[in-house]
Protein backbone atom coordinates (compact mmCIF):
# COMPACT_ATOMS: atom_id res chain seq x y z
CA UNK A 1 0.00 0.00 0.00
CA UNK A 2 0.78 3.22 -0.94
CA UNK A 3 2.41 5.36 2.06
CA UNK A 4 3.47 9.13 2.90
CA UNK A 5 6.96 9.58 4.67
CA UNK A 6 6.49 12.90 6.65
CA UNK A 7 9.44 13.97 8.05
CA UNK A 8 9.71 16.89 11.00
CA UNK A 9 12.93 18.49 11.54
CA UNK A 10 12.37 21.03 13.86
CA UNK A 11 15.43 23.41 13.96
CA UNK A 12 17.01 24.79 17.69
CA UNK A 13 19.81 27.37 17.13
CA UNK A 14 20.30 30.46 18.98
CA UNK A 15 23.66 32.68 18.17
CA UNK A 16 26.41 32.95 20.60
CA UNK A 17 25.22 35.79 23.05
CA UNK A 18 28.40 36.05 25.27
CA UNK A 19 31.01 38.54 25.54
CA UNK A 20 33.94 36.88 25.08
CA UNK A 21 36.40 39.27 26.74
CA UNK A 22 33.64 39.60 30.31
CA UNK A 23 32.31 36.25 30.20
CA UNK A 24 28.82 37.55 30.16
CA UNK A 25 25.67 36.78 28.63
CA UNK A 26 24.38 39.57 26.77
CA UNK A 27 20.71 38.72 26.06
CA UNK A 28 18.99 36.07 27.74
CA UNK A 29 17.56 34.38 24.92
CA UNK A 30 19.20 30.86 25.68
CA UNK A 31 17.68 30.31 28.86
CA UNK A 32 14.44 31.55 28.15
CA UNK A 33 14.21 29.82 25.07
CA UNK A 34 15.50 26.51 26.98
CA UNK A 35 12.62 26.88 29.94
CA UNK A 36 10.15 27.33 27.13
CA UNK A 37 10.53 25.83 23.80
CA UNK A 38 12.91 22.95 24.14
CA UNK A 39 11.53 21.81 27.40
CA UNK A 40 8.17 21.30 25.81
CA UNK A 41 9.07 20.24 22.49
CA UNK A 42 10.64 17.39 24.15
CA UNK A 43 7.48 17.01 26.25
CA UNK A 44 5.45 16.09 23.26
CA UNK A 45 7.65 13.85 21.83
CA UNK A 46 7.91 12.38 25.31
CA UNK A 47 4.05 12.02 25.29
CA UNK A 48 4.16 10.54 22.14
CA UNK A 49 6.85 7.80 21.73
CA UNK A 50 5.19 6.50 17.89
CA UNK A 51 5.86 10.18 16.42
CA UNK A 52 9.25 10.37 14.89
CA UNK A 53 11.43 13.35 14.07
CA UNK A 54 14.60 14.91 13.45
CA UNK A 55 15.99 17.59 16.09
CA UNK A 56 18.88 19.87 14.94
CA UNK A 57 20.97 21.22 17.53
CA UNK A 58 23.26 23.53 16.77
CA UNK A 59 26.52 23.19 18.39
CA UNK A 60 26.89 26.47 19.73
CA UNK A 61 23.54 26.35 21.33
CA UNK A 62 24.49 23.45 22.94
CA UNK A 63 27.90 25.25 24.03
CA UNK A 64 25.52 27.88 25.76
CA UNK A 65 23.39 25.44 27.37
CA UNK A 66 26.06 23.63 29.24
CA UNK A 67 27.58 27.03 29.89
CA UNK A 68 23.82 28.19 31.69
CA UNK A 69 24.26 24.75 33.83
CA UNK A 70 27.76 24.89 34.98
CA UNK A 71 26.58 28.61 36.14
CA UNK A 72 23.57 27.01 38.33
CA UNK A 73 26.56 24.23 39.27
CA UNK A 74 28.58 26.68 40.66
CA UNK A 75 27.01 29.80 41.25
CA UNK A 76 28.62 31.77 39.17
CA UNK A 77 25.92 33.44 37.22
CA UNK A 78 26.95 35.76 34.09
CA UNK A 79 23.24 36.49 33.10
CA UNK A 80 22.06 40.11 34.66
CA UNK A 81 18.75 39.19 34.30
CA UNK A 82 19.44 35.75 36.23
CA UNK A 83 21.00 37.39 39.10
CA UNK A 84 18.35 39.81 39.56
CA UNK A 85 16.20 37.09 40.00
CA UNK A 86 17.92 35.29 42.61
CA UNK A 87 19.26 38.81 44.93
CA UNK A 88 17.94 39.05 48.16
CA UNK A 89 17.35 42.53 48.04
CA UNK A 90 15.71 44.04 45.27
CA UNK A 91 15.16 47.55 46.96
CA UNK A 92 18.98 48.12 46.55
CA UNK A 93 19.34 47.49 42.88
CA UNK A 94 21.08 50.82 41.19
CA UNK A 95 19.47 53.00 38.46
CA UNK A 96 21.18 50.90 35.86
CA UNK A 97 19.66 47.55 36.92
CA UNK A 98 16.13 48.70 37.53
CA UNK A 99 16.27 50.05 33.54
CA UNK A 100 17.65 47.10 32.39
CA UNK A 101 14.86 45.21 34.07
CA UNK A 102 12.42 47.26 32.56
CA UNK A 103 13.84 47.09 29.48
CA UNK A 104 13.84 43.15 29.01
CA UNK A 105 10.86 41.90 31.32
CA UNK A 106 7.98 43.00 28.32
CA UNK A 107 10.05 41.15 25.50
CA UNK A 108 7.22 39.17 24.29
CA UNK A 109 4.63 38.72 22.33
CA UNK A 110 1.83 40.72 24.64
CA UNK A 111 -1.26 39.11 23.21
CA UNK A 112 0.20 35.62 24.29
CA UNK A 113 2.86 36.12 26.92
CA UNK A 114 1.30 39.03 28.91
CA UNK A 115 -2.38 39.87 28.24
CA UNK A 116 -3.78 36.60 29.23
CA UNK A 117 -2.37 36.85 32.60
CA UNK A 118 -4.00 40.42 34.65
CA UNK A 119 -1.30 40.63 37.32
CA UNK A 120 1.35 40.60 34.86
CA UNK A 121 -0.74 42.97 32.78
CA UNK A 122 -1.08 45.17 35.55
CA UNK A 123 2.13 45.57 35.93
CA UNK A 124 3.22 46.43 32.67
CA UNK A 125 0.07 48.86 32.64
CA UNK A 126 1.63 50.97 35.87
CA UNK A 127 4.94 50.88 34.13
CA UNK A 128 3.71 52.87 30.69
CA UNK A 129 1.98 55.50 33.22
CA UNK A 130 5.20 55.76 35.06
CA UNK A 131 7.40 55.97 32.50
CA UNK A 132 6.61 58.65 30.29
CA UNK A 133 8.04 61.01 32.91
CA UNK A 134 11.06 60.11 32.47
CA UNK A 135 13.66 57.40 33.91
CA UNK A 136 13.88 58.78 37.29
CA UNK A 137 10.00 58.41 38.07
CA UNK A 138 10.87 54.75 37.75
CA UNK A 139 13.62 54.83 41.10
CA UNK A 140 9.54 55.01 42.97
CA UNK A 141 9.07 51.50 41.90
CA UNK A 142 9.56 49.06 45.49
CA UNK A 143 11.86 46.23 45.38
CA UNK A 144 8.40 44.34 45.52
CA UNK A 145 7.51 45.45 42.10
CA UNK A 146 10.87 44.61 40.59
CA UNK A 147 10.54 40.84 42.12
CA UNK A 148 6.83 40.34 40.65
CA UNK A 149 8.08 41.34 37.46
CA UNK A 150 11.37 39.60 37.36
CA UNK A 151 8.83 36.17 38.39
CA UNK A 152 6.04 36.79 36.15
CA UNK A 153 8.60 37.63 32.99
CA UNK A 154 9.51 34.05 33.46
CA UNK A 155 6.30 32.40 34.28
CA UNK A 156 5.51 33.97 31.10
CA UNK A 157 8.72 32.63 29.58
CA UNK A 158 8.03 29.05 31.19
CA UNK A 159 7.16 25.79 29.17
CA UNK A 160 3.12 25.22 28.94
CA UNK A 161 4.51 21.30 30.40
CA UNK A 162 6.24 22.51 33.39
CA UNK A 163 3.48 24.83 34.11
CA UNK A 164 0.88 22.10 33.82
CA UNK A 165 2.72 18.80 35.56
CA UNK A 166 4.26 21.13 38.17
CA UNK A 167 2.96 21.56 41.46
CA UNK A 168 5.58 24.71 42.16
CA UNK A 169 4.65 26.53 39.24
CA UNK A 170 0.73 25.69 39.86
CA UNK A 171 1.13 27.92 43.15
CA UNK A 172 2.61 30.81 41.56
CA UNK A 173 0.45 31.06 39.01
CA UNK A 174 -2.31 30.96 41.20
CA UNK A 175 -0.70 33.36 43.74
CA UNK A 176 0.25 35.81 41.06
CA UNK A 177 1.66 38.40 43.16
CA UNK A 178 3.98 39.74 46.05
CA UNK A 179 5.91 36.81 45.53
CA UNK A 180 8.92 36.39 48.38
CA UNK A 181 12.49 35.76 48.26
CA UNK A 182 12.25 32.36 48.81
CA UNK A 183 9.98 32.21 45.58
CA UNK A 184 12.34 33.95 43.53
CA UNK A 185 14.98 31.70 44.68
CA UNK A 186 12.56 28.56 43.95
CA UNK A 187 12.30 29.74 40.78
CA UNK A 188 15.73 30.59 40.13
CA UNK A 189 16.32 26.47 40.78
CA UNK A 190 13.53 25.50 39.05
CA UNK A 191 14.85 27.42 35.88
CA UNK A 192 18.73 25.26 36.48
CA UNK A 193 16.94 22.32 36.91
CA UNK A 194 15.22 22.02 33.61
CA UNK A 195 18.15 23.40 31.78
CA UNK A 196 20.22 20.79 33.33
CA UNK A 197 18.14 17.86 32.04
CA UNK A 198 17.60 19.16 28.56
CA UNK A 199 20.47 17.32 26.27
CA UNK A 200 20.04 13.57 28.27
CA UNK A 201 16.33 13.91 27.55
CA UNK A 202 16.74 14.50 23.85
CA UNK A 203 19.42 12.10 24.26
CA UNK A 204 16.93 9.33 25.93
CA UNK A 205 14.95 10.15 23.01
CA UNK A 206 17.43 9.49 20.11
CA UNK A 207 18.57 6.33 22.01
CA UNK A 208 14.84 4.96 21.87
CA UNK A 209 14.96 5.49 17.58
CA UNK A 210 12.41 8.28 18.10
CA UNK A 211 14.26 10.93 16.98
CA UNK A 212 17.44 11.41 14.94
CA UNK A 213 19.57 14.53 16.13
CA UNK A 214 21.21 16.20 13.33
CA UNK A 215 23.94 19.15 13.61
CA UNK A 216 24.98 22.74 11.55
CA UNK A 217 28.39 23.74 10.96
CA UNK A 218 29.40 24.80 14.55
CA UNK A 219 28.36 28.59 15.01
CA UNK A 220 25.68 28.73 12.23
CA UNK A 221 27.64 30.25 9.46
CA UNK A 222 26.29 31.28 6.04
CA UNK A 223 28.51 28.60 4.30
CA UNK A 224 28.55 29.01 0.59
CA UNK A 225 28.44 32.89 1.34
CA UNK A 226 31.98 32.41 3.20
CA UNK A 227 33.17 29.77 0.71
CA UNK A 228 31.78 32.12 -2.83
CA UNK A 229 30.24 35.34 -2.41
CA UNK A 230 29.16 34.93 -6.24
CA UNK A 231 26.94 32.20 -5.30
CA UNK A 232 24.74 34.96 -4.17
CA UNK A 233 23.79 35.17 -8.26
CA UNK A 234 23.08 32.07 -9.00
CA UNK A 235 19.48 32.78 -8.01
CA UNK A 236 19.64 36.59 -8.04
CA UNK A 237 22.23 37.12 -10.70
CA UNK A 238 22.44 41.32 -10.28
CA UNK A 239 22.83 40.82 -6.24
CA UNK A 240 25.34 43.79 -5.09
CA UNK A 241 28.31 41.79 -3.64
CA UNK A 242 30.85 43.48 -0.29
CA UNK A 243 33.92 45.08 -2.48
CA UNK A 244 36.08 42.37 -0.66
CA UNK A 245 35.47 39.69 -3.46
CA UNK A 246 35.42 37.01 -1.43
CA UNK A 247 36.19 36.20 2.25
CA UNK A 248 39.35 35.15 3.02
CA UNK A 249 40.34 31.38 3.43
CA UNK A 250 36.33 30.57 3.93
CA UNK A 251 36.70 27.21 2.45
CA UNK A 252 38.89 26.49 5.43
CA UNK A 253 36.62 27.94 7.45
CA UNK A 254 33.64 26.00 6.49
CA UNK A 255 35.64 23.15 6.53
CA UNK A 256 36.39 23.81 10.22
CA UNK A 257 33.21 24.67 11.28
CA UNK A 258 31.93 21.38 10.18
CA UNK A 259 34.77 19.29 11.70
CA UNK A 260 34.05 20.83 14.84
CA UNK A 261 30.27 20.70 15.08
CA UNK A 262 30.99 16.46 14.52
CA UNK A 263 33.07 16.18 17.35
CA UNK A 264 30.56 18.42 19.83
CA UNK A 265 27.80 15.99 18.17
CA UNK A 266 30.17 12.98 18.90
CA UNK A 267 30.87 14.09 22.58
CA UNK A 268 27.45 14.69 23.81
CA UNK A 269 25.68 12.25 21.79
CA UNK A 270 28.59 9.45 21.49
CA UNK A 271 27.77 8.55 17.69
CA UNK A 272 28.91 10.49 14.51
CA UNK A 273 25.45 12.76 12.64
CA UNK A 274 23.94 11.34 9.49
CA UNK A 275 22.99 14.06 8.32
CA UNK A 276 23.70 18.34 8.10
CA UNK A 277 21.27 20.99 8.57
CA UNK A 278 23.26 24.04 7.26
CA UNK A 279 22.58 26.91 8.45
CA UNK A 280 19.43 28.73 6.98
CA UNK A 281 18.89 25.65 4.61
CA UNK A 282 21.51 27.52 2.38
CA UNK A 283 22.72 24.98 0.26
CA UNK A 284 25.59 25.40 -3.19
CA UNK A 285 27.65 22.42 -4.79
CA UNK A 286 30.96 23.79 -2.61
CA UNK A 287 29.15 23.28 0.36
CA UNK A 288 28.17 19.98 -0.45
CA UNK A 289 31.62 18.62 -1.45
CA UNK A 290 32.32 19.41 1.92
CA UNK A 291 29.18 17.02 3.23
CA UNK A 292 30.66 14.71 1.23
CA UNK A 293 34.49 15.25 2.36
CA UNK A 294 32.99 15.13 6.42
CA UNK A 295 30.82 11.26 5.34
CA UNK A 296 27.59 13.13 5.91
CA UNK A 297 24.69 11.19 3.94
CA UNK A 298 21.54 13.89 3.79
CA UNK A 299 21.37 17.84 3.83
CA UNK A 300 18.39 19.86 3.06
CA UNK A 301 17.49 23.21 1.66
CA UNK A 302 14.31 24.82 0.93
CA UNK A 303 11.41 24.27 -1.98
CA UNK A 304 12.84 27.55 -3.87
CA UNK A 305 16.35 26.15 -3.78
CA UNK A 306 15.18 22.97 -5.69
CA UNK A 307 12.70 25.24 -8.01
CA UNK A 308 15.47 27.31 -9.17
CA UNK A 309 18.15 24.56 -9.45
CA UNK A 310 15.55 22.72 -12.09
CA UNK A 311 14.79 25.63 -14.24
CA UNK A 312 18.93 26.18 -14.45
CA UNK A 313 18.95 22.38 -15.28
CA UNK A 314 16.11 22.45 -17.93
CA UNK A 315 16.31 25.92 -19.14
CA UNK A 316 12.90 27.26 -21.30
CA UNK A 317 10.80 24.34 -19.76
CA UNK A 318 8.20 25.33 -17.43
CA UNK A 319 8.13 23.48 -13.97
CA UNK A 320 5.71 20.92 -13.45
CA UNK A 321 3.32 20.99 -10.47
CA UNK A 322 4.86 20.68 -7.61
CA UNK A 323 3.31 17.52 -6.44
CA UNK A 324 5.64 15.58 -9.23
CA UNK A 325 9.17 16.82 -8.20
CA UNK A 326 8.87 18.41 -4.46
CA UNK A 327 8.02 15.13 -2.77
CA UNK A 328 10.97 13.39 -3.67
CA UNK A 329 15.20 12.82 -2.67
CA UNK A 330 17.81 14.40 -5.10
CA UNK A 331 20.98 13.47 -5.67
CA UNK A 332 23.33 16.00 -7.96
CA UNK A 333 25.05 15.10 -10.28
CA UNK A 334 28.97 14.57 -10.18
CA UNK A 335 31.17 14.44 -7.47
CA UNK A 336 28.87 14.67 -4.97
CA UNK A 337 26.07 11.81 -5.32
CA UNK A 338 27.05 10.57 -1.84
CA UNK A 339 24.95 13.34 -0.78
CA UNK A 340 21.07 12.87 -0.83
CA UNK A 341 19.21 16.25 -0.50
CA UNK A 342 15.38 16.91 0.67
CA UNK A 343 13.80 19.70 0.03
CA UNK A 344 11.46 21.23 2.41
CA UNK A 345 7.79 22.35 1.46
CA UNK A 346 7.19 26.03 2.35
CA UNK A 347 3.59 26.05 2.37
CA UNK A 348 3.10 23.36 5.13
CA UNK A 349 6.43 24.58 7.00
CA UNK A 350 5.21 28.33 6.80
CA UNK A 351 1.51 27.43 7.69
CA UNK A 352 3.02 26.00 11.53
CA UNK A 353 5.28 28.75 11.47
CA UNK A 354 3.18 31.68 10.92
CA UNK A 355 -0.73 30.95 10.14
CA UNK A 356 -1.62 28.08 12.54
CA UNK A 357 -1.26 30.18 15.91
CA UNK A 358 -4.49 32.27 14.53
CA UNK A 359 -6.46 29.23 14.55
CA UNK A 360 -7.57 26.86 17.07
CA UNK A 361 -5.29 23.89 17.49
CA UNK A 362 -7.28 21.20 16.54
CA UNK A 363 -8.65 22.64 13.35
CA UNK A 364 -4.91 23.57 12.87
CA UNK A 365 -3.98 19.94 13.35
CA UNK A 366 -6.98 19.05 11.07
CA UNK A 367 -6.06 21.58 8.47
CA UNK A 368 -2.44 20.20 8.44
CA UNK A 369 -3.25 16.36 8.01
CA UNK A 370 -5.69 17.27 5.31
CA UNK A 371 -2.80 19.04 3.15
CA UNK A 372 -0.45 15.87 3.61
CA UNK A 373 -3.83 13.66 2.27
CA UNK A 374 -3.82 15.78 -0.71
CA UNK A 375 -0.32 15.37 -1.48
CA UNK A 376 -1.05 11.77 -0.93
CA UNK A 377 -3.53 11.60 -3.67
CA UNK A 378 -1.77 13.92 -5.95
CA UNK A 379 1.65 12.24 -6.40
CA UNK A 380 2.02 9.33 -8.92
CA UNK A 381 0.45 6.38 -8.04
CA UNK A 382 3.76 4.30 -7.82
CA UNK A 383 6.02 6.44 -5.58
CA UNK A 384 5.86 6.96 -1.99
CA UNK A 385 5.93 10.81 -1.21
CA UNK A 386 8.40 12.34 1.53
CA UNK A 387 7.18 15.15 2.82
CA UNK A 388 9.90 17.80 4.46
CA UNK A 389 8.33 19.98 7.32
CA UNK A 390 11.51 21.97 8.16
CA UNK A 391 11.05 25.10 10.60
CA UNK A 392 12.45 26.50 13.50
CA UNK A 393 11.89 24.26 16.87
CA UNK A 394 11.22 27.61 19.24
CA UNK A 395 10.76 31.06 17.66
CA UNK A 396 6.87 30.33 16.18
CA UNK A 397 5.38 29.00 19.82
CA UNK A 398 5.29 32.71 21.16
CA UNK A 399 2.81 33.50 18.91
CA UNK A 400 0.60 30.67 20.08
CA UNK A 401 -1.74 30.02 22.60
CA UNK A 402 -0.20 28.62 25.58
CA UNK A 403 2.90 28.02 23.75
CA UNK A 404 1.57 25.84 21.12
CA UNK A 405 0.54 23.02 23.28
CA UNK A 406 -2.72 22.40 21.85
CA UNK A 407 -1.82 22.20 18.29
CA UNK A 408 1.06 20.07 18.53
CA UNK A 409 -0.89 17.74 21.11
CA UNK A 410 -3.91 17.16 18.51
CA UNK A 411 -1.20 16.87 15.62
CA UNK A 412 0.92 14.04 17.03
CA UNK A 413 -1.81 12.28 18.21
CA UNK A 414 -3.81 12.42 14.52
CA UNK A 415 -0.03 11.49 13.41
CA UNK A 416 0.23 8.40 15.84
CA UNK A 417 -3.26 6.63 14.67
CA UNK A 418 -3.21 7.79 10.77
CA UNK A 419 -3.23 4.54 8.47
CA UNK A 420 -1.39 5.87 5.37
CA UNK A 421 0.66 8.89 7.03
CA UNK A 422 4.16 7.60 8.47
CA UNK A 423 6.49 10.17 10.74
CA UNK A 424 10.10 8.82 10.35
CA UNK A 425 13.38 10.64 9.75
CA UNK A 426 15.96 10.62 6.90
CA UNK A 427 18.11 8.37 8.69
CA UNK A 428 15.45 5.68 8.94
CA UNK A 429 14.55 6.58 5.12
CA UNK A 430 17.53 5.82 3.87
CA UNK A 431 18.61 2.46 5.82
CA UNK A 432 15.04 1.65 3.96
CA UNK A 433 16.03 0.22 0.28
CA UNK A 434 12.64 0.22 -0.77
CA UNK A 435 13.18 4.43 -1.21
CA UNK A 436 16.30 3.91 -3.15
CA UNK A 437 14.30 3.92 -6.59
CA UNK A 438 12.49 7.40 -5.35
CA UNK A 439 16.09 9.29 -5.20
CA UNK A 440 16.14 11.65 -8.64
CA UNK A 441 19.14 13.22 -10.08
CA UNK A 442 19.58 16.45 -10.28
CA UNK A 443 21.67 17.92 -13.12
CA UNK A 444 22.71 21.29 -11.56
CA UNK A 445 22.13 23.18 -8.21
CA UNK A 446 21.58 26.97 -7.77
CA UNK A 447 22.66 28.11 -4.64
CA UNK A 448 20.05 29.39 -2.17
CA UNK A 449 18.59 29.03 1.36
CA UNK A 450 15.25 28.78 2.51
CA UNK A 451 14.17 31.87 2.58
CA UNK A 452 12.96 32.99 -0.61
CA UNK A 453 15.65 30.23 -2.56
CA UNK A 454 18.20 33.40 -2.30
CA UNK A 455 20.58 34.56 0.09
CA UNK A 456 19.15 38.25 -0.21
CA UNK A 457 18.51 38.15 3.61
CA UNK A 458 22.14 37.69 4.22
CA UNK A 459 23.80 39.87 1.20
CA UNK A 460 22.99 41.78 -1.31
CA UNK A 461 21.75 44.85 0.55
CA UNK A 462 24.00 47.71 0.82
CA UNK A 463 24.36 47.32 5.01
CA UNK A 464 24.64 43.61 4.89
CA UNK A 465 27.59 44.46 2.71
CA UNK A 466 28.91 46.91 4.75
CA UNK A 467 28.80 44.16 7.44
CA UNK A 468 30.68 41.80 5.41
CA UNK A 469 33.63 44.19 4.21
CA UNK A 470 34.03 44.53 8.24
CA UNK A 471 33.99 40.86 8.77
CA UNK A 472 36.81 40.57 5.96
CA UNK A 473 39.18 43.23 6.88
CA UNK A 474 39.22 41.21 10.49
CA UNK A 475 40.32 38.18 8.75
CA UNK A 476 43.28 39.50 6.76
CA UNK A 477 44.44 40.90 10.06
CA UNK A 478 43.46 37.78 11.84
CA UNK A 479 45.24 35.58 9.31
CA UNK A 480 48.07 38.00 9.58
CA UNK A 481 48.24 37.78 13.38
CA UNK A 482 48.21 33.68 13.75
CA UNK A 483 51.20 33.22 11.25
CA UNK A 484 52.95 35.24 13.56
CA UNK A 485 54.53 34.69 16.99
CA UNK A 486 52.81 37.11 18.22
CA UNK A 487 50.08 35.35 20.11
CA UNK A 488 50.08 32.61 22.69
CA UNK A 489 48.49 29.25 21.96
CA UNK A 490 45.74 29.91 24.17
CA UNK A 491 44.91 33.33 22.96
CA UNK A 492 45.22 31.81 19.13
CA UNK A 493 42.53 29.49 20.35
CA UNK A 494 40.49 32.53 21.82
CA UNK A 495 40.98 34.69 19.15
CA UNK A 496 39.87 31.40 16.58
CA UNK A 497 36.63 30.95 18.93
CA UNK A 498 35.83 34.85 18.22
CA UNK A 499 36.34 34.34 15.15
CA UNK A 500 33.93 31.60 14.34
CA UNK A 501 31.45 33.81 16.53
CA UNK A 502 31.97 36.55 13.73
CA UNK A 503 30.84 34.53 11.04
CA UNK A 504 27.30 33.12 12.08
CA UNK A 505 24.99 34.14 9.82
CA UNK A 506 22.93 35.93 12.77
CA UNK A 507 24.04 39.21 13.00
CA UNK A 508 23.69 39.85 8.73
CA UNK A 509 19.99 38.35 8.78
CA UNK A 510 19.47 41.87 10.82
CA UNK A 511 20.67 43.78 9.15
CA UNK A 512 18.37 46.07 6.85
CA UNK A 513 15.58 49.04 7.32
CA UNK A 514 13.14 46.37 7.16
CA UNK A 515 13.33 45.21 10.69
CA UNK A 516 12.18 46.62 13.72
CA UNK A 517 14.71 48.78 15.65
CA UNK A 518 15.24 47.22 18.97
CA UNK A 519 16.52 44.19 17.39
CA UNK A 520 18.29 45.82 15.03
CA UNK A 521 20.04 47.92 18.25
CA UNK A 522 20.90 44.43 19.84
CA UNK A 523 21.91 42.47 17.44
CA UNK A 524 24.27 45.03 15.54
CA UNK A 525 25.80 45.96 18.81
CA UNK A 526 26.81 42.53 19.56
CA UNK A 527 28.10 41.86 16.08
CA UNK A 528 30.49 44.83 16.54
CA UNK A 529 31.20 43.91 20.10
CA UNK A 530 32.66 40.36 18.74
CA UNK A 531 34.89 42.20 16.27
CA UNK A 532 36.16 44.68 19.05
CA UNK A 533 37.45 41.64 21.33
CA UNK A 534 38.84 40.12 18.16
CA UNK A 535 41.10 42.83 17.28
CA UNK A 536 41.36 43.28 21.62
CA UNK A 537 42.41 39.31 21.11
CA UNK A 538 44.79 39.88 18.37
CA UNK A 539 46.61 42.89 19.89
CA UNK A 540 45.37 45.56 17.37
CA UNK A 541 43.65 48.65 17.19
CA UNK A 542 39.68 48.81 16.14
CA UNK A 543 39.13 50.54 13.28
CA UNK A 544 37.37 53.19 13.53
CA UNK A 545 34.68 52.18 11.63
CA UNK A 546 33.39 49.66 13.94
CA UNK A 547 32.70 51.70 16.13
CA UNK A 548 29.42 53.34 14.77
CA UNK A 549 26.20 51.37 14.32
CA UNK A 550 25.81 49.49 10.74
CA UNK A 551 21.87 49.51 10.62
CA UNK A 552 19.22 51.37 12.81
CA UNK A 553 16.26 49.36 11.12
CA UNK A 554 13.01 50.59 10.63
CA UNK A 555 12.13 52.52 13.94
CA UNK A 556 9.19 50.17 14.72
CA UNK A 557 8.92 48.15 17.58
CA UNK A 558 9.23 44.23 17.74
Known sequence: MKKLNLILLWHMHQPDYRDYVTNEFVLPWVYLHAIKDYTDMAYHLEMHPQTKAVVNFVPVLLDQLEDFDEQFRTGEIRCPLLRLLAMPDLDQVTLQDRLYVFDSCFLSNHETMLNPYPAYKRLHELYEVFSKRGDRELTYFSGQYLGDLLVWYHLAWMGESVRRNNEFMMRLMAQSQEFSYEDRLQLFKLIGDLISGLIPRYRKLMETGQIELSTTPHYHPLAPLLIDFSSARDSQPDTGLPEHQYYPGGRSRVAFHMSSAITSHVRRFNEKPTGIWPAEGAISTALLKILAEHQCQW????????????????????????????????????????????????????????????????DAAENFIQSLERIYHHTPADENPVVSVILDGENAWESYPYNGFYFLEDLYGMLDNHSYIRTTTYRD???????????????????????YGTFSTWIGDQEKNNAWDMLCAAKHSYDLVMQSDRLTEDKKMQASRQLASCESSDWFWWFGDYNPAHSVASFDQLFRKNLMNLYHLLKLPIPPAILAPISKGNGQTD
Open 299 to 362: SASGEGVLANSLRASHPGESLPDRNHYLYRPYRIAGEIESVTCFFRDDQLSDLIGFEYAKWFGR
Open 429 to 451: YLADPGNTANIQTLPALSAGSWV
